[in-house]
Structures are given as structure tokens and as C-alpha cells.
């Protein structure tokens, strides 16, 4: 449970979403918005949209927001933004592989943004390819070890069709093709399994392990880069030891 998932379990630990709730809600609306531009406003139909929509009410975003959104998206509403989507990989302190996901109306300036992130926290932005070879989109569901044990986690999962179950001081990391990551999510939630975290995102092949120091560094980058109001999604494949990570948290 490196890199993607460590950042999560960080950012729970110091309370950082709830605390930003109102960046989270401007990003997935971009989402939502974007996606029902290019798939329609069908939320059975299309399957990003149907995404975006199931994280927005995770995060408890009120109704009427989502179907503004949509609306949005579709033409319906009035003043419908020109996002483009675009994709920067560079490297982090030690030589960590990272990929930035960005919705932006401004190329110049989030490029301009994102470089300075990288270089002032010990990395730099790279070519297209560089790194992004190295991860695969999977779905990804966190679920705290005290909801169920590890024997019947791992059975009910692999029979809802996830792909591989990682153990973790605390927690268990359902993994799952982005296809059926929505099934074997229906499958906990029908079971009162409440994940503490859900997604389809990017995961790495590998890890690199970091020392304190570099970790310290890794942390503030991913934390800037989210910040950042361009940015959608940001991935790393760190490893971090989990002594360090609680003293960093």
C-alpha cells in the first residue's frame, strides 16, 4: 500500500479533506462537469460520469450542485467552462515517479505552476512517458481492519471480481480493474463495509522507499500539487516506512 495509498491514509490522518472540503467540491464538479460534456448527462450511460457523481456524494455534496454540474456540461447552463485535460509526469525527491492529472483553461500558467512545485520540493518536471509507464489504472478501496477479517475480506472480494487484496498496518487495500470497481463496491456497501476510501485511480508497479528526510520533502510536494486548483489528481510511488509516516503525520 504504497505511494496512493499511504498519501490517503496521511491526508485522513491530519484531517486535510475536511479541512479543504470546498477545493475537493470545486475539482469534482470539474468532473462532473467535463464528463457529462463529453459523455452526455446519462449517469447510467456514462461511466465517468457515474463516477464523478458516486464521489461527489461521498462527499456529501448537496443534490442540487451535482445537477447544476450536469447541466453544465451538457449546455444546459450558462457560462460552461473550456477545461482541457492534461497529463504532466516528472520525478519527486529520490527519484519518486509522479503524475499529475490537470483540468485547466490556462495551459500556460498550470505548466508555469506545477514546474515550480517539482522544483522547489526537490524534483523536476519531466518529458511525456517518462514515468507514466509505470502505473495502470485500478480501483482502489481502503477499508480499516476493524471492519471485518482478512479470511472473509479476501473471499468476498475475489468473488465480487477485485484483483488482489494487500495487507496494511491498519488497514486492507482492495484491488480491482476500473471495469469492476463499481460492482465490488456495491458488494461492501450491500454488506455495511464502509471503505475509508474509494476510487479508480493511477497505481505504480513499483516503489521507492524513502528516507526521512526525502519523505518530508515527498509529502509537501503531493500536498502543493493537490492544492493546487488546476490539479485533479495527483500520484506518486513512494514507499515510506510506517515509523516515519506517523512521526510525518
Known amino acids: 500500500m504504497s505511494g496512493h ?5 496521511i491526508k485522513r490522518k491530519k484531517g486535510a479533506i475536511d479541512s479543504k472540503r470546498g477545493k475537493i467540491f470545486s ?31 461521498e462527499e456529501n455534496m448537496p443534490k ?3 445537477e447544476r454540474a450536469i ?13 482541457e485535460e492534461v497529463t504532466y509526469e516528472g520525478y519527486g525527491p529520490g527519484g519518486v515517479a509522479v503524475l499529475v492529472e490537470v483540468m485547466t483553461d490556462n495551459k500556460n500558467r498550470t505548466v508555469a505552476e506545477i514546474r515550480h512545485i ?16 509505470i502505473f495502470t489504472k485500478k480501483g482502489s478501496i481502503v477499508i480499516d481492519k476493524k471492519e471485518i477479517d482478512e479470511d472473509k ?8 471480481g477485485a484483483e488482489d487484496v494487500k495487507s496494511e498496518e491498519g488497514e486492507y ?34 516503489t521507492v522507499k524513502l528516507e526521512a528526510n526525502k519523505a518530508e520533502q515527498m509529502l509537501k510536494m503531493m500536498e502543493k500539487l493537490e492544492d493546487n486548483d488546476d490539479v485533479q489528481n495527483a500520484y506518486a510511488n513512494f514507499d515510506i516506512d510506517e515509523a516515519i509516516m506517523e512521526k510525518l503525520s
Open 5 to 9: 495509498s499511504k498519501w490517503s491514509t
Open 27 to 57: 475539482k469534482i464538479i470539474k468532473e462532473i462537469t467535463l464528463a457529462a460534456k463529453l459523455g452526455g448527462g446519462d449517469i447510467e450511460g456514462n461511466a465517468r460520469l457515474r463516477q464523478a457523481v458516486e464521489a461527489a456524494k
Open 64 to 66: 442540487d450542485n451535482i
Open 71 to 83: 447541466k453544465k456540461g451538457t449546455g444546459g447552463g450558462e457560462g460552461a467552462d473550456n477545461y
Open 118 to 133: 517539482f522544483s522547489k520540493h526537490g524534483g523536476n518536471l519531466g518529458e511525456n512517458g517518462c514515468v507514466s509507464w
Open 153 to 160: 475480506l479476501m473471499e468476498l472480494a475475489l468473488d465480487a
Open 173 to 206: 487495500e482492495v484491488i480491482t480493474s476500473p471495469i469492476s470497481f463499481a460492482e465490488v463496491k456495491k458488494i461492501f456497501d450491500n454488506k455495511g463495509i464502509k471503505p475509508l476510501a474509494a476510487h479508480i485511480g493511477m497505481i505504480p508497479s513499483t
